[in-house]
């Protein structure tokens, strides 16, 4: 297993590093001096990520743990690569080999190539292409991290201070890291931010908010007829519909649900194969 940069960029989850380390009748080794925070990051990025951050000090307490202990002669070895970047693949009809580049942070930070080389032996190369988001016009974007700058989900301005009425959630928000589970604590807490916004300040007994009123929702006018007014979902679907945009109802992702439970019975494969495309999803859903 290679990955480009160090085990304080690693992508893994704490959790899953720890079980790949128990697998039986396998040994997990790590390069030797990779696991070194300091030998290929002059700018101590990686230290103090190790340091300061609780999800990258687990990954690399596991990591670091494996770079520790010997090899107990098991069956099977995986090992375990950082700093190194594969650039050519050998064999003519099928996979012999591979040369890979030694790479490093330069002293601003950026990911740099070394020019140093070294050759391993393969039989098959399987390529995790990972995910990285990209800028979107007038949005404030670090392009180290490629996330969008922000503080509990609320998007931060060149300044650092939070911009009125923009958030932010998931892998944009954080980077490409965990689980669906992650994601959906990660989107409970932008939205407790947009809701202690949109709460229009706290009474003399009640806790200070980080931003009260900034997002103060209208109060309807004095002649205003709540039974002639539509709602908010019956706004939101007529906006959506203006734009062309047909959202994926709670009913379709049961449709969706009840599909995917058919295939498997019908493949024999548990109770849920996954649709493979978006198409299928489509039908699915009754598109």
């Not at 992508?11 to 696991?35: C, H, I, P, Q």
């Not at 307490?61 to 202990?69: D, H, K, M, N, P």
């Not at 806790?207 to 539509?230: H, M, T």
């Not at 908010?232 to 203006?242: C, G, H, I, K």
Request: no cysteine; hydrophobic share 35%.
């Amino acid at each position: 297993m290679i990955g480009r940069r160090g085990p304080a960029q690693a992508k893994f989850t704490t959790k899953e590093l720890r079980e790949l380390g128990e697998l039986e009748g396998v040994d997990v080794v790590v390069g030797e001096g990779e696991t070194d925070l300091h030998a290929f990051d002059p700018t101590g990025e990686s230290a103090r990520l190790a340091g300061s951050d609780r999800h990258v000090r687990g990954n690399y307490t596991v990591i670091s743990g494996w770079a520790e202990r010997a090899a107990q002669g098991q069956a099977r070895r995986l090992t375990v690569r950082f700093w190194l970047r594969p650039v050519e693949i050998h064999g003519p009809e099928r996979v012999t080999g591979l040369t890979l580049e030694r790479t490093r942070l330069d002293e601003s930070g950026a990911f740099t190539p070394t020019g140093e080389y070294e050759a391993l032996d393969a039989q098959m190369v399987l390529r995790s292409v990972g995910y990285q988001s990209v800028p979107l016009p007038g949005v404030p974007f670090d392009e180290r991290s490629s996330t969008v700058p922000n503080a509990a989900g609320r998007v931060l301005g060149p300044d650092g201070q939070p911009l009125p009425g923009e958030y932010v959630a998931g892998w944009l928000k954080r980077g490409p890291t965990g689980v669906i589970g992650t994601n959906k604590s990660d989107a409970a807490q932008t939205v407790r931010s947009l809701l202690a916004d949109l709460a229009g300040g706290p009474g003399p007994q009640d806790v200070q908010l980080p931003r009260a009123g900034l997002l103060r929702y209208p109060e309807p006018g004095p002649d205003a007829d709540p039974a002639a007014e539509p709602g908010a979902a019956a706004r939101l679907a007529e906006l959506l519909a203006a734009r062309g945009v047909r959202p994926v109802s709670y009913a379709d992702w049961l449709n969706i649900e009840t599909a995917e439970k058919d295939l498997a019975a019908a493949l024999g494969r548990g109770t849920r194969v996954k649709l493979a495309s978006r198409d299928d999803l489509h039908r699915a859903a009754g598109r």
